[in-house]
């Protein structure tokens, strides 16, 4: 037994935030990019894909489908073997999957292999958003957690916005082939510099003595105190063998289903508003450019709430700051529809329900590697943001039922704040953070 041991938390805690850290941020922010990117290049693509396959849109809901279920089986899955192999090696091997899976996609000619290939790339997408998180949340000081770590999430915001752009410039000069040349070659550029800046985890290496003398080397990095006889462990009190029977031991189960309940709740809603936005605006008469600004203020003020409900949240251990965004969130879903003649109160309200709807969302995400114990995170990160998957899945595809429902385009958002209002009690049923 070893009696210099320290918790890797506690050292993490008490040091200034180093340059090694920093880094582990930013790479962990640019593989979201990424992902938010390829995640979204499906979409761009669709109407010149159309053109030159000489099919209707209607062709390729199953290359869309296929894709949010391959994201639901990366996150299910690969959690699990993040807990168990390490959290680089995973990112890695979906930063592979990704890659050669968006490149393959390349080589297509019919929608039945492009479902395939859209697949297998989800997969990889699906893994590289949860283990980014559990990663730059386990490099990050409690202090400031919550914050450093939704600045690293903003960046699938900010793929999904970096979609369009380089979309406007690849796809009139080389087609669709040519953004999802970029979209694969990204991630396989990623690969190498992964391989050599990006450590492993400290919280997954602490107590295992294979790892004893690389935690220590990139422990004096982050202290600038060179140590070699200290033993560095993590100090939790749920201990379990399996990652899967943590998330249901009686110190987590009421969490696991409520982040469960609010991760499908949140995300039912945004990728349904995400999908049929557009088509509302239009049908409410706005031309092309005004519809598409103010569908911008959805993912906008997401990035933004997100922020500064994450400053909130590393100052304030109730998670009573997400409850109350989620209430006005749900009161501006059922003004909006209200709104829909009068271009200036709805570019505010969706800007509103952005700020609160998507911003709650992103910092559900970060909360969720705060809940749970180190051989345990990544597969409750995953599994909670799996819950949401499948809520996207539902959201996306329920649309048109929900439109046919609906008396009027007013309506739907009126429906909408139903979801919502259950993610607000499951909210209030949560209790504290655990930081």
Same mark, same amino acid.
């Given at each position: 037994?070893?009696?210099?041991?320290?918790?890797?938390?506690?050292?993490?805690?008490?040091?200034?935030?180093?340059?090694?850290?920093?880094?582990?941020?930013?790479?962990?922010? &640019?593989?979201?990019?990424?992902?938010?990117?390829?995640?979204?290049?499906i979409g761009y693509i669709a109407p010149t894909l159309t053109k030159a396959w000489h099919i209707s849109p209607q062709q390729?809901?199953?290359?869309?489908?296929?894709?949010?279920?391959?994201?639901?089986?990366?996150?299910?899955?690969?959690?699990?073997?993040?807990?168990?192999?390490? #959290?680089?090696?995973?990112?890695?091997?979906?930063?592979?999957?990704?890659?050669?899976? *968006?490149?393959?996609?390349?080589?297509?000619?019919?929608?039945?292999?492009?479902?395939?290939?859209?697949?297998?790339?989800?997969?990889?997408?699906?893994?590289?958003?949860?283990?980014?998180?559990?990663?730059?949340?386990?490099?990050?000081?409690?202090?400031?957690?919550?914050?450093?770590?939704?600045?690293?999430?903003?960046?699938?915001?900010?793929?999904?916005?970096?979609?369009?752009?380089?979309?406007? %410039?690849?796809?009139?000069?080389?087609?669709?082939?040519?953004?999802?040349?970029?979209?694969?070659?990204?991630?396989?550029?990623? &690969?190498?510099?992964?391989?050599?800046?990006?450590?492993?985890?400290?919280?997954?290496?602490?107590?295992?003595? #294979?790892?004893?003398?690389?935690?220590?080397?990139?422990?004096?990095? %982050?202290?600038?105190?060179?140590?070699?006889?200290?033993?560095?462990?993590?100090?939790?009190?749920?201990?379990?063998?399996?990652?899967?029977?943590?998330?249901?031991?009686?110190?987590? %189960? #009421?969490?696991?289903?409520?982040?469960?309940?609010?991760?499908?709740?949140?995300?039912?809603?945004?990728?349904?508003?995400?999908?049929?936005?557009?088509?509302?605006?239009?049908?409410?008469?706005?031309?092309?450019?005004?519809?598409?600004?103010?569908?911008?203020?959805?993912?906008?003020?997401?990035?933004?709430?997100?922020?500064?409900?994450?400053?909130?949240?590393?100052?304030?251990?109730?998670?009573?700051?997400? *409850?109350?965004?989620?209430?006005?969130?749900?009161?501006?879903?059922?003004?909006?529809? @209200?709104?829909?003649?009068?271009?200036?109160?709805?570019?505010?309200?969706?800007?509103?329900?952005?700020?609160?709807?998507?911003?709650?969302?992103?910092?559900?995400?970060?909360?969720?590697?705060?809940?749970?114990?180190?051989?345990?995170?990544?597969?409750?990160?995953?599994?909670?943001?799996? @819950?949401?998957?499948?809520?996207?899945?539902?959201?996306?595809?329920?649309?048109?039922?929900?439109?046919?429902?609906?008396?009027?385009?007013?309506?739907?958002?009126?429906?909408?704040?139903?979801?919502?209002?259950?993610?607000?009690?499951?909210?209030?049923?949560?209790?504290?953070?655990?930081?």
């Amino acid at each position: 037994m070893d009696d210099n041991r320290l918790a890797i938390s506690d050292v993490i805690n008490a040091a200034p935030l180093s340059a090694l850290q920093i880094r582990v941020l930013l790479l962990c922010c &640019i593989m979201v990019v990424l992902d938010g990117f390829d995640a979204a290049v499906i979409g761009y693509i669709a109407p010149t894909l159309t053109k030159a396959w000489h099919i209707s849109p209607q062709q390729l809901a199953p290359v869309f489908a296929a894709g949010l279920f391959g994201m639901f089986a990366g996150a299910t899955g690969f959690g699990i073997l993040a807990d168990r192999y390490g #959290r680089k090696i995973i990112l890695i091997l979906s930063l592979m999957i990704v890659a050669t899976g *968006t490149l393959a996609t390349i080589l297509t000619d019919s929608v039945m292999e492009m479902t395939v290939l859209r697949f297998i790339t989800g997969i990889g997408m699906g893994a590289i958003l949860p283990n980014s998180i559990t990663l730059a949340s386990e490099y990050s000081p409690s202090r400031s957690k919550i914050l450093l770590v939704t600045l690293s999430y903003s960046g699938f915001t900010l793929g999904l916005a970096a979609g369009g752009w380089i979309a406007g %410039i690849i796809l009139p000069i080389f087609q669709w082939h040519g953004l999802l040349l970029v979209g694969g070659l990204a991630p396989l550029i990623l &690969i190498p510099i992964a391989i050599v800046w990006l450590p492993e985890s400290l919280c997954f290496m602490a107590g295992r003595d #294979r790892y004893r003398k690389k935690l220590n080397h990139i422990v004096s990095k %982050i202290t600038g105190i060179k140590n070699e006889a200290v033993c560095y462990i993590n100090n939790e009190t749920v201990q379990v063998s399996s990652p899967v029977a943590a998330l249901f031991h009686r110190d987590t %189960i #009421r969490v696991t289903l409520v982040l469960w309940c609010a991760f499908f709740a949140f995300m039912f809603v945004f990728y349904l508003l995400t999908s049929w936005l557009p088509l509302i605006l239009s049908k409410s008469g706005y031309p092309v450019a005004e519809m598409t600004h103010i569908a911008a203020m959805l993912p906008l003020g997401g990035v933004l709430g997100g922020i500064v409900m994450a400053t909130l949240l590393d100052r304030l251990s109730s998670l009573h700051v997400l *409850t109350v965004a989620s209430v006005i969130a749900a009161i501006t879903l059922t003004l909006t529809g @209200a709104q829909l003649a009068h271009p200036q109160a709805l570019l505010a309200a969706i800007f509103v329900l952005g700020f609160t709807l998507t911003g709650t969302m992103n910092n559900l995400s970060v909360l969720a590697s705060t809940f749970y114990p180190t051989h345990a995170r990544a597969t409750g990160v995953s599994w909670a943001l799996s @819950a949401g998957r499948a809520g996207s899945i539902c959201g996306s595809l329920s649309g048109g039922l929900l439109f046919s429902q609906a008396q009027s385009l007013s309506d739907v958002f009126i429906w909408l704040a139903c979801p919502v209002a259950v993610a607000c009690l499951a909210l209030a049923l949560a209790g504290n953070r655990k930081g």
